[in-house]
């Protein structure tokens, strides 16, 4: 059992940056990392992943916007998140997966708002 807790959620203006982490609980190094988010009235979605190699993967509209990032030794993903619009507030949820296992963490609210 892995347990997965984001962090750095908050509020923040249009234009502005967040960078996200997820703290695992337990080594991560062979799982894959992946970041979603749901908005309100829309459905979870898959927003960026990372490969336990470290290969990157994002959807097409957050492409130059948001990076995400690991590090093995810390246990720990990230996600930074520029150029922040009213179309970015959700709800971001860490997940890790590893053939049959496949482990989240309980959100962290961001809303972006002047």
């Known amino acids: 059992q892995v347990r997965l807790v984001e962090s750095g959620g908050g509020l923040v203006q249009p234009g502005g940056s967040l960078r996200l982490s997820c703290a695992a609980s337990?080594?991560?190094?062979?799982?894959?990392l992946n970041w979603y988010r749901q908005a309100p009235g829309k459905q979870r979605e898959l927003i960026a992943s990372?490969?336990?190699?470290?290969?990157?993967n994002y959807v097409d509209s957050l492409k130059g916007r948001f990076t995400i990032s690991r590090d093995d030794a810390k246990n720990s993903g990230y996600l930074q998140m520029n150029n922040l619009g009213a179309e970015d507030t959700a709800v971001y949820y860490c997940?890790?997966?590893?053939?049959?296992?496949?482990?989240w963490g309980q959100g962290t609210q961001v809303t972006v708002s002047s």
């Open positions: 997940n890790v997966r590893f053939l049959q296992l496949n482990y």
């Open positions: 337990g080594s991560i190094s062979v799982y894959a």
């Open positions: 990372i490969t336990n190699r470290g290969n990157t």
